[in-house]
């Protein structure tokens, strides 16, 4: 009987024991002391803009200076770079960028192009907002959205794609040309930027801005049900290929229906999503030797075109995971790890039909860190932390410099390249950091982010508020 009861108290124990251990592994699943080095990584890189670049839009790491986009300075990395710093606990460094904000005046004879303004600029700004609450950022973000807004002044509602920051004219690409085609993501990528600004006016002219130009999409899709990639602003036909895909220039026009709906529950524009997901999964999705692939398929007959892939591409698994289709987000992902492991890096543009790279650089983008954060915090599996534990290594490895770190011109041979793209801080290291250091630290429940990682509480925004708000 002694003996029986010293079993049963040494199972009770064991059991308590591991238990115990058990959860120490969950604790460890997470990697503080790497959470710790990429924080190190972002201040050290921060300080290098700081000290080489401070008013340029991007650092030129190697040569040590900075770069503008423009004729003249936009300033961008600072906005990208405040979420990621704020995340961290660098609240001087957060706080000068709130400064520099306030002092910046945007009454600038510039053509900007609107899509990238307002997932950096504005989505920076927006961020500074929820971090500070300052009234006086609020008026610079509107400020700001007042002076790209005249740009959805066009007769389909779609945006052309630069606007002079001074004057209001637009124009095409570096206010060069006539400038009516832009592609699908430049077109519809402002629900979320621009319903978070009429959710703190009131005013609803932005919401129905960006809502209007993603429905004249929308409306515009094939009889199957697809988009194209080009799009003529004013006559608002398909201009050039017939082509759909999820690739760079499409992207984000699915990311925005998704994520702006988790925060302004717009009906109409879940059914656009619910509609436009069921026919990427139909016609896009490309199980090809066992591997889960989306390729570039016909917008009029869903035929495959091109067995092709660009690293934008792997934002999708982290949206399919969010919105509920996890088996398809973690085949996907997996599909992208093997990439990324063939070359340690994922190439722009890959072929995966004819096994060969089409563009052979990197900047060091996120979208495969994103997802595979996602997917480790969803489905809570240790495989995906691994990973992202890879891609990090892989980058420290190739990318590593005296100021920050560097893009590639090859992602095989690593041959260098003088440019740290604002995303970096933005993006990159804020995936790496929050992954590594758990939901004590940054709880992805309750948070979304915008298509450049700028990060939102989502319990900031009321919906009874927002519908009134935003007028849906
Ligand atoms: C970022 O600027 C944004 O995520 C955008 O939507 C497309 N991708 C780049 C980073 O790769």
């Keep these: 009987m002694k003996k029986f009861s010293r079993i049963l108290l040494r199972g009770i124990l064991i059991s308590l024991f591991s238990l115990t251990v058990q959860g120490k592994t969950f604790a460890a699943q997470y990697a503080p002391e790497l959470a710790q080095q990429v924080k190190q990584e972002m201040q050290r890189s921060w300080q290098s803009y700081r000290k080489y670049a401070w008013g340029y839009d991007v650092l030129l790491p190697l040569s040590k200076q900075g770069f503008n986009w423009y004729e003249h300075s936009l300033g961008i990395s600072p906005y990208d770079a405040y979420s990621t710093l704020a995340v961290m606990g660098f609240d001087k460094e957060a706080k000068e960028i709130e400064r520099y904000a306030l002092t910046k005046d945007w009454n600038k004879d510039v053509y900007v192009q609107v899509f990238e303004v307002n997932i950096r600029i504005l989505g920076g700004l927006l961020a500074i907002y929820e971090y500070t609450n300052n009234p006086k950022i609020l008026a610079k973000v509107t400020d700001f959205a007042d002076r790209i807004l005249p740009a959805f002044d066009s007769p389909t509602g779609l945006p052309y794609h630069s606007i002079n920051l001074r004057s209001g004219k637009t124009a095409g690409d570096q206010g060069k040309g006539k400038g009516t085609v832009i592609n699908i993501a430049q077109a519809a990528t402002y629900l979320f930027e621009f319903g978070i600004l009429s959710y703190y006016t009131g005013d609803p002219k932005y919401y129905q801005a960006a809502k209007r130009a993603t429905k004249a999409i929308f409306n515009r899709r094939s009889s199957i049900g697809l988009p194209g990639e080009h799009i003529d602003v004013e006559t608002g036909k398909w201009v050039g290929t017939q082509w759909h895909h999820l690739q760079a220039g499409v992207d984000a026009y699915y990311e925005y229906m998704y994520k702006s709906w988790m925060i302004f529950p717009d009906p109409e524009v879940k059914a656009m999503w619910d509609e436009s997901v069921s026919n990427i999964e139909k016609y896009l999705y490309d199980d090809y030797q066992g591997k889960r692939f989306y390729a570039i398929v016909d917008m009029h007959t869903g035929k495959l075109l091109k067995r092709s892939v660009s690293l934008y591409d792997a934002f999708y698994p982290a949206i399919q995971a969010i919105s509920g289709n996890i088996k398809a987000a973690e085949e996907n992902q997996k599909t992208w790890d093997w990439l990324w492991n063939k070359y340690g890096l994922l190439p722009t543009r890959y072929h995966y039909g004819e096994n060969r790279i089409e563009f052979s650089n990197s900047e060091l983008n996120p979208e495969i860190i994103e997802s595979a954060y996602y997917l480790h915090q969803i489905t809570g599996k240790q495989e995906y932390l691994e990973m992202i534990k890879g891609y990090w290594q892989d980058i420290r490895n190739c990318c590593r410099?005296?100021?920050?770190?560097?893009?590639?011109?090859?992602?095989?041979?690593?041959?260098?390249r003088d440019y740290l793209a604002t995303y970096f801080y933005a993006e990159t290291l804020k995936y790496f950091y929050i992954a590594f250091a758990g939901?004590?630290?940054?709880?992805?429940?309750?948070?979304?982010?915008?298509?450049?990682a700028h990060t939102f509480r989502k319990d900031s925004f009321d919906p009874k508020k927002a519908k009134k708000a935003l007028g849906y």
């Design 439 to 452: 939901p004590d630290v940054f709880d992805f429940n309750k948070h979304v982010f915008n298509t450049e």
């Design 401 to 416: 410099n005296e100021l920050a770190y560097h893009a590639v011109k090859d992602v095989v041979n690593k041959e260098k």
